[in-house]
């Protein structure tokens, strides 16, 4: 398989042949990649694939059995998430991470002195310490309005917009988002893509995410690094990989709008035509509860 990594100069960040084996299943197996200074790159596949191991793995929660990482030209191989941070690799979560009795303020204060190694002084209040930075940060993802705000106090949509600010707080050169967009409406999911997008391409930053939802991905993705049972089976372009004729097999459902079959629109499912029943047994006849259809839970993240 022809990888679009090879075409990749000056990356930012280098994964090589990263492998994680728990007892005798093989998570993740010889997967390599890099990111290219403010590209967008998604990392997708079904679940038990892999993408949350190897994601982990670049973000230090999880270290590496065999392979190499390799940030700007420095090994990052195994190191503690905390090192990973103040060598220029921010982060966001699943379940937004912030501090609900802090001020929208107060949260990216605190990340700027974090990021600075300042950890004596986290245990008193930020007070006017790096003020102005944080109001910058807060300026550029759109919540400056919110800064004496309590983050207990946001709307969702908000509070993941902190986290971003929190993430890219110390100028990071590349940013990790675990299902940036969970729990999101519509709408919000493009205003907050439209805005990751537009800081990475201010600031070069490289982005990697996760995420189920293949609408945010085939929209916003540059490249789609695509896993299965630990192995990449697609990496390229987001056309490219919508029209894979594996990916398609094993994710995507052969649906070439880029969504599972299983998460089809009900108005587009083929309705079946009713049974003939004797009309002499229609008073009678009771619902059939045993062959009920009942919708799937949505799947949770790998």
Known sequence: MRRESALVSNPVLTAIGLKKSYGGVHA???????????????IIGPNGAG?????????????????????????ISGLPPRAIWRRGVGRTFQIAATFASMTVMENVQMALISHRGDLFDMIRRAGG?????????LDRVGIKNLAERPCATLAYGDVKRVELAIAVAGDPI??????PTAGMA????????NLVARIAREKKMAILFTEHDMDTVFAHADRVLVLDRGRIIADGSPGAVRE???VRAVYLGGAKNGRRKAEQPESRQPKKKPPETDPSES???KPDTANAVISPAKSGPV
């Not at 310490?129 to 940060?137: G, K, L, P």
Request: overall charge negative; glycine content about 8%; proline content about 4%.
């Open 28 to 42: 993740v197996e010889d997967v390599s990649f890099d990111i290219a200074p403010g590209a967008i790159m998604a």
């Open 51 to 75: 993408k949350s191991t190897t994601f982990n793995m670049v973000g230090g929660q999880v270290k590496p059995d065999a392979g190499s990482i390799i940030l700007n030209g420095r090994s």
């Open 129 to 137: 310490r790096c003020r102005d930075e944080a109001i910058a940060v």
């Open 174 to 179: 590349m940013l990790l988002m675990d299902e």
């Open 186 to 193: 519509p709408g919000e999911r493009r205003d907050l893509m």
């Open 244 to 246: 894979n004729a594996d």
């Open 283 to 285: 008073k009678a006849a």
